[in-house]
């Protein structure tokens, strides 16, 4: 009889491109404070992202991976250098009030084109949390403000953190998605 195989998901890659990204975020060098080492969060297989802060998680999004997945299928690139551009502007130290309402009308558009990718168990309720924040940060300001650190250790719920939790999640989620997917 005839036998039918299913095709590749877009999204996934072969061992060597597993190992070029592997590679490319090990080789990533940052200047002095501004992140931690990231290569020291791979674990040794090289298929997993490890003990990553929310700090290292907002680097690895707006900076590193945009850069690093340009191997992957145009779509997949741009979708999630849109989402990595969105936390950028998100959590910048001054915001525009009609770069706010811009964003408001984008979020939707890149978890939909995100949505088209990737498959439905992927998607849960912290990544729908992006949808919310950049109507918060209207409300409330800049996600970091110098007067507010007592502010975040005291009440962390009442706080633009959440934004940082989203991108954290957000993060370990496609990175650790893309090396371990075959």
Known sequence: GKSYSVPQAPYTMDKAQKQAL????RSVKSPDGFASN??????IDGCNLQGLKAHDCHILLQR????????MHKDIYEALAELGKFFQQLC???LKVDVLHRMKTEIPIILCKLEKIFPPFFFNVMLHLAVHLPHEALLRGPVLKAKDSRKQLKYPHKTSSRCYIALAYA??????FFMVIS
């Open 22 to 25: 592997c590679d490319f975020i």
């Open 38 to 43: 990231i290569a020291t969060h791979i674990t």
């Open 64 to 71: 590193i991976l945009p850069v690093a997945i340009r191997i």
């Open 92 to 94: 910048s130290k001054t």
């Open 171 to 176: 993060v370990v989620r496609w990175a650790n």
